[in-house]
């Protein structure tokens, strides 16, 4: 089993930058993926970034490529989720997901993921 327990967000101005994290507990050795997704009202929840811990490999949404970075720190079970230059498009509930079977064709397809962090709130104001 494996539990997502996430922290960060907030409140920040256009062009400002935020840290998520997202503490994992249960083993992430094998084929274990950690994203974030992101869900506005009314939308259904949308893809950010995947990382598969193997190899540390990444994959991005094209609406955050060159501002968003996703990263681990296996020593402390946590994956990141670095905002830079965050824009009012990127308000949004986000969550943190895992699972450990996908393969890549399903990395940015929410309803693959078995395990959900509790979300976090980004505000961006303008």
């Known amino acids: 089993q494996v539990q997502l327990v996430q922290s960060g967000g907030g409140l920040v101005q256009v062009g400002g930058s935020l840290r998520l994290s997202c503490v994992v507990s249960?083993?992430?050795?094998?084929?274990?993926?950690t994203g974030w997704f992101r869900q506005t009202p009314g939308k259904e929840r949308e893809f950010v970034a995947t990382l598969r811990w193997d190899g540390g490999y990444t994959y991005y949404a094209d609406s955050v490529k060159g501002r968003f970075t996703i990263s681990r720190d296996r020593a402390k079970n946590t994956v990141y989720l670095q905002m830079n230059s965050l824009q009012p498009e990127d308000t949004a509930v986000y969550y943190c997901?895992?699972?450990?079977?996908?393969?890549?064709?399903?990395?940015?397809?929410?309803?693959?993921?078995?395990?959900w962090g509790q979300g976090t709130q980004v505000t961006v104001s303008s």
């Open positions: 997901a895992a699972d450990r079977t996908l393969i890549q064709s399903s990395f940015g397809l929410a309803e693959q993921y078995d395990f």
């Open positions: 249960g083993s992430t050795f094998g084929r274990f993926v």
